[in-house]
């Protein structure tokens, strides 16, 4: 089945530790998303990629990175995080084609010690 | 920029009664309007979606939601629910290359 698969499923790292996120589709999707969801509040969108191009939001701390190297990976980097930092960080894709619907993968749950 | 508003956080209702959830969104251009849910544990599941058309779109699980343009509403129903549809449900709407979520609706179905 296509679909959008997130690695790990849970991560755990330390204060200041940089840790990366691991988003795959196999949809072949021209647009994928990185969101931040935290406990009880809509998934907030970081940035995404049409293609290769990078758009990131306005108020995305630039603690926050992301790589494309190929349409079915993308990777949520986060350099330095913090303790606000723990959330899950949802991964989405969209075909880009006027559809506009996006598919999501189950998540990263990211703990800070 | 969209925004959108939903209400009433927390839902708790019994089997077989009937769900409503609403959603009111603001956005100046020709949108798309989407209802999400995650089940506990699992990741966001699309409901169903307005596009164009016939402003009654129905979903899966008998879920339907109402798209009246002239209150900036999208509302979601479901006429008798089952305790399966314990869940968190949120309303987005897509605009300026992006979806936009509501706070989302967590509902308990109590058995």
């Known amino acids: 089945d296509a679909m959008v698969i997130q690695n790990p499923r849970y991560q755990v790292t330390q204060f200041g530790k940089p840790v990366t996120l691991s988003c795959s589709q196999t949809?072949?999707?021209?647009?994928m998303y990185w969101y931040q969801q935290k406990s009880s509040q809509a998934p907030k969108l970081l940035f995404h990629y049409y293609d290769k191009d990078f758009n990131n939001e306005a108020d995305t701390p630039d603690n926050f990175q992301s790589r494309r190297p190929n349409t079915s990976f993308c990777f949520l980097d986060i350099r330095s995080p913090g303790l606000g930092d723990a959330a899950m960080y949802l991964c989405a894709t969209e075909s880009g084609t006027g559809e506009n619907e996006q598919f999501f993968g189950p998540g990263t749950r990211l703990t800070v010690l | 920029a969209q925004s959108v508003s939903q209400h009433n956080h927390h839902v708790i209702l019994s089997e077989a009664a009937s769900l409503e959830l609403g959603c009111n969104y603001s956005y100046g251009g020709t949108v798309n309007l989407f209802w999400y849910v995650q089940y506990p544990g699992q990741h966001l599941q699309l409901l169903l979606k307005y596009f164009s058309g016939d402003p009654l779109v129905k979903g899966i699980k008998g879920f339907e939601a109402e798209f009246i343009k002239s209150k900036f509403s999208f509302n979601l129903r479901k006429p008798s629910v089952q305790w399966s549809d314990t869940a968190e449900y949120f309303c987005a709407v897509y605009g300026n290359n992006r979806l936009a979520f509501g706070k989302g609706n967590q509902v308990v179905v109590i058995p």
């Open positions: 949809l072949n999707h021209n647009v």
